[in-house]
């Protein structure tokens, strides 16, 4: 078995419990027990799987918490403005585009060039700053959300309901082979998966430290939408649509 397939079958192993032993990893690869420590070593280097005495635990992160909007914007900024650079471009004209809420999707509109398409947000702060560049803008009228500005509940839900979006651009907290894409809330949980539901094309704009993470509500599954992101994840993700920034 080559080398890649083995790093591939460990880590499908640690999706469905969250650890394994070297003993158990080296009767199901039938390799040696020195073989499979090194396995575990370079997908732990990867950042693939977590190194423990005897074996490995998975290395997606459950989290309860989320951010303020104030402390997101100041991390992994740079790796954001590349995938909101490579975003925008996808931007054609007479597109129907949806722009999520979140950090990642507000450095998308630095980078909108596309003037003769329709912007519609559930942000109000994305809404603001694109009418002030002269984008026609709609903004999703529901329940105001201090920690992301954003609108949700069940008016926003159904104010949803009556687009149908070309393009869509989303952000998550999470990326998971095990729960999806995740966010915090159930009501943004409903806002995202009703509208990744009513677009023609899907886009999660997701930095590579959202891979691994799970947080309590899933949207989407993986197999529904396009992840742009910044770097190459593990071989685990291969069967999905990963574009990579730049």
């Not at 996808?90 to 979140?102: E, M, N, Q, S, T």
């Amino acid at each position: 078995m080559l080398a890649a397939q083995r790093y591939a079958k460990i880590i499908q192993l640690l999706n469905h419990k969250q650890s394994v032993s070297v003993a158990e990893l080296s009767k199901l690869l039938q390799a040696s027990e020195a073989t499979v420590r090194r396995d575990i070593n370079v997908l732990h280097t990867k950042g693939s799987l977590i190194k423990v005495y005897g074996g490995a635990m998975s290395a997606e992160d459950y989290t309860t918490t989320e951010d303020k909007v104030e402390i997101r914007k100041t991390v992994h900024v740079s790796e954001k403005e590349l995938i909101a650079i490579t975003a925008a471009k996808l931007i054609k004209a007479k597109d129907i585009v949806y722009i999520d809420a979140g950090t990642t999707t507000e450095l998308l509109l630095k980078y909108l060039q596309e003037k003769d398409a329709v912007y519609i947000t559930n942000d109000a702060s994305h809404a603001v700053q694109l009418i002030s560049h002269g984008f026609t803008t709609t903004i999703i009228g529901g329940t105001m959300k201090l920690v992301t500005y954003a609108t949700v509940g069940a008016s926003a839900v159904e104010n949803l309901r009556r687009y149908n979006f070309t393009i869509g651009f989303f952000g998550t907290n999470g990326v998971s082979i095990k729960a999806g894409l995740t966010t915090p809330t159930d009501e943004e949980a409903m806002m995202k998966e009703t509208a990744i539901n009513h677009c023609k094309k899907a886009y999660i704009l997701a930095d590579n430290s959202k891979f691994g993470k799970i947080t309590p509500f899933s949207f989407s599954s993986l197999d529904k939408v396009t992840v742009i992101t910044n770097k190459q994840p593990d071989e685990t993700y291969a069967h999905y649509d990963i574009v990579v920034a730049g």
